[in-house]
C-alpha cells in the first residue's frame, strides 16, 4: 500500500517511455476497481483468485521492472525508477 503513490508518480513521470505500470491483485475485479478508485490509481490492476505462486510471485505487494522483451530489468521499486530515468537521460 505505501508503494502505490511512488507508482502513481511513476504512471506519469515514464508514460510516454513505452511503460505501464501494471498492479496485480488477489480476488474478483470489483475490489480492483474499488481499490484504483478509492486510492486515485492511474494504472490498470489485474485481479485474479489464482494462485500467483505459479509465476513465481510468493507475496503481494511486489515489484519488478519488465522490459518490452520481457525481461525483468529491476525487482524494487527505487531501482526501476532510476533504470527509468537512466533510459531518459542516456
Known amino acids: 500500500m505505501a508503494e502505490v503513490p511512488h507508482l502513481v508518480q511513476m504512471q506519469k513521470e515514464f508514460a510516454n517511455q513505452n511503460f505501464t505500470v501494471v498492479g496485480l ?6 475490489k480492483a476497481s474499488r481499490f484504483a478508485l478509492e486510492h486515485n490509481i492511474n494504472y490498470p490492476i489485474l485481479a485474479s483468485n489464482r494462485d500467483f505462486a505459479a509465476y513465481k510471485i510468493l507475496f503481494l505487494p511486489v515489484t519488478y521492472l519488465v522490459a518490452p522483451n520481457g ?3 529491476a525487482d524494487n521499486l527505487d531501482d526501476a525508477a532510476d533504470i527509468l530515468r537512466q533510459r531518459q537521460n542516456p
Open 71 to 73: 525481461e525483468i530489468v
Open 25 to 30: 491483485m488477489k480476488g474478483p475485479p470489483e
